[in-house]
């Protein structure tokens, strides 16, 4: 499948309407993995998701803190990043045994593991949430939880990251540029997106044509 990419570009008509996402519920087709560097709105907008399609949402990070009974800033502290990324990939290998279909949110780094890659896109359609670097800057601006961005200049780190990523999450089944978008533009582009590529259809509400 070709990869698709979607800019944040306001028409004559003005944003993307919120009705998009509002007007009818969703059914996800197939598993869906957000991937991108951190800000770029994974669990945002894959709890969004997760709500207009009814399907479960997976949050990686969330479940490795859970397995280790430890914040993400600890694991990196006590026991270094190699140790995070192990648990990372053995948390998402078992993830996408959920039975299908989910939402799953994962780590900036997690696709860049080629194991977790080839799995994320064998069980999964990846999509990847496209930010440059100021949008990043400034939604992470207040962020205290992020402890690759706690060594140094969080600009120049983030833009050695994108120099980093960007070419692996190119890998993604799909690509989506949200740009300065809200996060209610946002969902409504996922949303088109995900239709446009037959990943979700629409759920008939329930009691339709009921007399």
């Not at 919120?18 to 945002?44: C, D, I, N, P």
Request: aromatic share 4%; charged share 30%; glycine share 8%.
């Amino acid at each position: 499948m070709s990869k698709t990419q979607v800019q944040n570009e306001e028409s004559e008509d003005g944003p993307p309407s919120e009705s998009f996402s509002e007007a009818s519920r969703w059914r996800l087709r197939r598993s869906l993995a957000l991937v991108g560097l951190m800000g770029a709105g994974k669990t945002a907008i894959g709890k969004r998701l997760s709500q207009a399609t009814e399907a479960p949402f997976l949050d990686a990070d969330s479940e490795i803190e859970a397995a280790a009974r430890m914040t993400i800033p600890e694991i990196f502290a006590r026991h270094g990043e190699p140790a995070f990324r192990d648990g990372e990939r053995r948390v998402i290998a078992r993830l996408v045994e959920t039975p299908a279909p989910f939402v799953l949110a994962t780590g900036g780094g997690a696709f860049m593991n080629p194991d977790t890659r080839k799995l994320l896109k064998e069980r999964c359609m990846v999509l990847w949430l496209k930010a440059d670097v100021d949008v990043l800057v400034r939604r992470l601006a207040k962020k205290s939880d992020r402890p690759l961005l706690e060594t140094g200049d969080r600009r120049a780190t983030l833009a050695a990251l994108v120099e980093k990523r960007h070419p692996v999450y190119a890998e993604a089944h799909l690509t989506l540029d949200g740009g300065e978008a809200t996060q209610e533009e946002a969902l409504a582009q996922t949303l088109a997106l995900l239709s446009d590529e037959g990943v979700i259809e629409r759920r008939e509400p329930s009691g339709r044509g009921a007399r």
